[in-house]
């Protein structure tokens, strides 16, 4: 496998990260430098472990969760995105509640779990075809750190373009994730 190769799988691979980090950003109307820092390392660092637990796992445990990864993700996904329209109706309706920030603790594990469901399996895929493991899985979590920084900067600048409804459009998108994780795997 070449380097261009790598690059493409480790560009797909980051392309969740991309849209869950703009959701979330949209929500928040703006992640500061450590919410930045901590989606980008996190969703990087969850991307190479999984890679590499993948590939160190190959062909042993591959056709024990190949039918059903996507459901775990999908579900995931639908449980933040879900959690996130629901917190929208409860300040519409005038409910008081603390905002908790989903870059941190239990969502963000939960978000960078669903987003690197994927990567376990090109892990498994590299572990099964005996291929080389660290670097492309080094890359895949560079990648990932990369495009989700990226995307984090690109989110407040859509969230100006839509106030008060980022936070509903926010969970809107983790949910369309989630259908297409569900979707292309069926």
Same mark, same amino acid.
């Given at each position: =496998?070449?380097?261009?190769? $790598? ?17 979330? @950003?949209? @929500? ?16 990087? @660092? ?20 190949? @039918? ?15 959690? =996130? ?8 309706? #005038? #409910? ?9 603790? #239990? ?57 008060? =409804?980022?936070?509903?459009? #926010? ?5 369309? $994730? ?9």
């Amino acid at each position: =496998m070449n380097f261009f190769e $790598i690059l493409a799988i480790a560009l797909a691979m980051s392309m969740d990260t991309f849209a869950v980090t703009v959701g979330l @950003s949209l @929500s928040l109307k703006g992640l500061t430098i450590g919410q930045s820092a901590r989606l980008a390392l996190t969703f990087g @660092s969850f991307q190479f472990g999984m890679a590499m637990l993948g590939g160190l796992a190959g062909s042993r445990i591959v056709r024990h969760i190949a @039918s059903y990864d996507h459901w775990v993700a999908a579900g995931l996904l639908f449980f933040v995105g879900g959690k =996130m329209i629901w917190e929208f109706f409860l300040l519409r309706d #005038g #409910g008081e509640k603390k905002k908790n920030d989903p870059t941190w603790g #239990g969502n963000l594990l939960l978000l960078a779990l669903a987003t690197s469901v994927d990567s376990l399996a090109v892990g498994l895929s590299l572990g099964t075809m005996r291929l080389a493991l660290l670097f492309p899985a080094a890359v895949i979590g560079l990648v990932t750190t990369l495009v989700t920084a990226a995307a984090s900067r690109i989110g407040p600048a859509l969230g100006r373009l839509v106030g008060r =409804m980022a936070e509903l459009a #926010g969970g809107a998108v983790l949910i369309l $994730i989630g259908v297409r994780v569900l979707v292309t795997h069926l």
